[in-house]
């Protein structure tokens, strides 16, 4: 495909925009994520005190979700067929050069946020840039969803401030290059601004899905739970409201002689007398909040069933959780991390393939063999990690060095300085050399 000219770059980026999904359900999400949850019903009569206590019944665990899992996706290594070890070549220098220890975390949080986020590639000096971005602020347009590796456009939208103020850019990338574009902001035209050429021959943008089906359905872990986040608030303002009218014993008393416009002077240093017979005093039953308290715990129990969370993570106690246990509680959370890092693996592999290509390393581009190593997140001790590999290495002939890497927390870069580390001498094999040269006729 050639290079497109002014006009026509102005007129397909106006055709993707115009097919941008609506942004309502990413607004709406993002909002959860953020706290600013939608609030319980209110009748129109409701005071300042009763809207108080609906907006301090949210309680974020969209939030929680979020979070666990991402904390659980982070990349520490890329194994590339075209080099022995992995380590050199084959992209992963280009991860460093781009601090993408760092930024990586915000490509994989809005993949999970919104159900599917991005990752741009352009040449730069002196590696090729990589740019992460969320689904608000890029789209891309593909021949066939289902099947196409790279998207034929994709459009990035931003602000960019002048001495007049902010201006609304556009980047639309295709197979040859990147066309940059302004906005009206009254009337939403574009405007040409300027053409980069990449001549990478594919439109270097890479889809990060998470659990994606044949339809095209991508939820992510936010959207699924946003029916139980607002049971939750629910259940925590009418816990808070019989805290607030009836947790309390509501004292009573009748026939009590009082002056007009009194009130009996109860309270918990008062002593209440009446010299009438008539007098009666007594109190009502406080709430028991009991109820109120077991909805809470089983709403969390379902957001626990339906995110697979360890309940221990939900609930905050740890009481009499063995070692297995908890290792057996963390089970279904790792399924869930396993089958993102496989959809997430292969995206970055298509990133780092990209940078190669950017970078004229064909080798690097044609591996189709290479993988990313993700970091061990797992609740298994270090002693017991060590104990099963070593039984691994001395039981079924394991070379030791292909268990560094097993190891957690341990990461490429480490395993590199170990190799490259001398080997430590044998004691017995310097004890006999010096014998010998010592006693060189015995």
Known sequence: MAVLSQRDATDVAARVIAMWPDQDHNDHVHRYVKGQHDLPYAPKTAKAHY??????????????????????????????????????????SYWTANRMARRQTGVHRSALEYGHSFAAVTPGDP???????????????YADENTDEWPVYAVARGTSWGPTGPAQVFRLYDD????????????????YVETREHGLGVCPVVKFSDNEDL?????????????????YNLSVFQLMMAQEHGAHRQRWAAGLELDDGNEPPIGPDRLLHSDSPETRFGSFDA??????????????????????????TLSGSLTNLAADALDE??????????????????????????CSLAAGD???????????????????SLAAVVDAWGKAVTMLGVPAA???????????????RWQDMPAEPDGHALLADVLGRANPGG
């Not at 380590?87 to 992963?92: A, K, L, M, S």
């Not at 109820?291 to 995110?307: D, I, K, N, S």
């Open 287 to 312: 709430t028991d909040l009991a109820g109120y308290v077991a909805a809470l715990e089983q709403v969390l129990r379902h957001l626990a069933a339906l995110t697979q969370t360890p309940p221990h």
């Open 329 to 354: 509680a963390e089970q279904g959370l790792q399924r869930r991390v396993g089958e993102r890092r496989t959809s997430y693996g292969e995206s970055w592999g298509q990133v780092l393939r990209l």
């Open 176 to 191: 040859q290059a990147v066309y940059f574009l302004a906005g009206d902001q009254r009337t939403g035209e574009l405007s």
């Open 51 to 92: 809207l108080w206590l609906l907006r301090k019944a949210r309680t974020n665990w969209c939030r929680l979700i979020l979070d666990l899992m991402a904390q659980n996706l982070y990349v520490d290594g890329y194994r590339a067929a075209s080099t022995p070890d992995g380590t050199e070549g084959g992209g992963w």
């Open 362 to 380: 064909t080798a690097g581009w044609s591996d189709m063999a290479a993988e990313v190593r993700w970091r061990d997140t797992g609740t298994r």
């Open 127 to 141: 590696v090729p840039l990589i740019r992460g971005a969320s689904p608000r602020t890029m789209t891309a347009v």
């Open 402 to 416: 292909a268990t560094w890497e097993r190891l957690p927390g341990v990461t490429d870069n480490d395993v590199k």
């Open 215 to 231: 339809d095209g359905e991508r939820p992510g872990v936010v959207a699924p739970i946003i029916d139980v986040q607002d049971r």
